[in-house]
Every structure is written in C-alpha cells, then in structure tokens.
Nanobody
C-alpha cells in the first residue's frame, strides 16, 4: 500500500515557524488531494490545508494567512510552512492523501507532534 512519511514537527515558541513535509511512496491517481489534518487533545480532527492535483488549495479557517501548503515538481512530496504559530496550533498533524476515481483510496501518515509553547 501507499505509505506517507511525515517529518518536521517539534517544539516551537509562540510566533515561531515550522516546516512540515510529507512524502508519498507513490502516486497512482491523476486526481487527488494531499495535505494535513490535525487533532488536538480532546478535540476533533480538523482540516489544516490540502492541495489538489491541479494546484488548487484549501485551508482551514484558523490557519489562513499563516500557513502555506506547496508541493515539489515530482508531486509526491508536499510541504506545510507554518508561520506565526499559536499555542492553539498544538496538535498531532497527520498527512493525508485522497485518490479519486479508479483506485479511490484514503491514506494517512503516522502523525507528527507540533507543540507551540513558551
């Protein structure tokens, strides 16, 4: 099965920055989205940011203007630049890839901890 490998999490002070990456072992579908969801302790999983095969993006309301999602030329790796981090951004961030059409599937990474604290 497709595997998603995440990296870049850690501890950062409020106002700081982190950059997450997620690499897919392979991309099968030509129509897909890829990005991150997060889950804080005691909270529901929520959208952070995703990017589609055509380059279009979608951000959660709480991160708009602070986070930026991008992808490399090979389209198998995505990056999340997280700026102006707040304590409420503290969560486990899970990379996700969803393939559409033939071979539709939903894949999740192992998660990476982001902690924003002074």
């Amino acid at each position: 099965q497709v595997q998603l490998v995440e990296s870049g999490g850690g501890l950062v002070q409020p106002g700081g920055s982190l950059r997450l990456s997620c690499a897919a072992s392979r991309i099968i579908s030509t129509i897909y989205t890829m990005g991150w969801y997060r889950q804080a302790p005691g909270s529901e999983r929520e959208l952070v940011a995703v990017i589609a095969n055509d380059g279009s993006t979608n951000y959660g309301d709480s991160v708009k203007g602070r986070f930026t999602i991008s992808r490399d030329g090979a389209k198998n790796t995505v990056y999340l630049q997280m700026n102006s981090l707040k304590p409420e951004d503290t969560a486990v961030y899970y990379c996700n890839r969803r393939d559409y059409g033939l071979g539709s599937a939903d894949y999740w990474g192992q998660g990476t901890q982001v902690t924003v604290s002074s």
